[in-house]
């Protein structure tokens, strides 16, 4: 397949999540098209799991959607430079108040490859330590703990929906057999 020719790249919003851009590229049949492209600095997500084998959810309100949504615990790398590893253990410890040294990388997601270049590392984390939370000012978590059977029947009812969780909890259990 012959690559698109990117023209010109026009950041359009800064945002503290995102930035949205205006792409200009020339197609293989020589039109020029606009195509609208958000950058995103990446992210890394969690399956910490207890030493019953339970694993701990995150219940938090998502603007997007407007209500409360069950979730791996999750969240933005500091920088482009910051490696997935770090975001992963100091996410789960801000989130969840656990903390852990045997982080394993379990699976890399593209999110939403249409229009956005979010890629979100998980891993799987054993021998939880507690500690305590450390959330940011504008975050209201409540942590649960579920077991793979219960996650994955919220999944199939449709009660969890969350792209990154879903695959992150079925990636978990075909690669453990929990």
């Excluded at 890394?44 to 959810?57: F, T």
């Excluded at 992963?88 to 108040?97: I, Q």
């Excluded at 978590?141 to 793979?148: G, I, M, N, T």
């Excluded at 969890?160 to 929990?178: C, E, N, P, R, S």
Aim: aromatic letters at 8%; charged letters at 30%.
């Amino acid at each position: 397949m012959e690559i698109i020719k990117r023209l010109n790249r026009e950041l359009v919003y800064k945002g503290t999540v995102i930035d949205m851009y205006k792409d200009t590229v020339q197609v293989q049949n020589g039109h020029i098209a606009e195509w609208d492209f958000i950058g995103h600095k990446g992210a890394a997500a969690v399956i910490p799991v207890m030493d019953d084998g339970r694993i701990l959810m995150v219940k938090q309100y998502r603007n997007a959607l407007d209500r409360v949504t069950i979730e791996v615990p999750a969240g933005g790398r500091d920088g482009v430079d910051e490696p997935y590893i770090t975001c992963a253990s100091r996410e789960l410890e801000e989130e969840t108040g656990y903390a852990s040294q045997d982080l394993e990388f379990l699976i890399s997601i593209q999110t939403t490859v249409a229009f956005c270049n979010e890629r979100i590392d998980v891993f799987v984390a054993r021998n939880l330590k507690k500690t305590r939370q450390h959330l940011d000012e504008d975050e209201c978590v409540e942590v649960e703990a579920y077991d793979v059977k219960e996650l994955l029947d919220m999944i199939y009812a449709g009660k969890l929906q969350d792209g990154k969780t879903m695959a992150a909890v079925m990636a978990y259990q075909l690669k453990y057999g929990k």
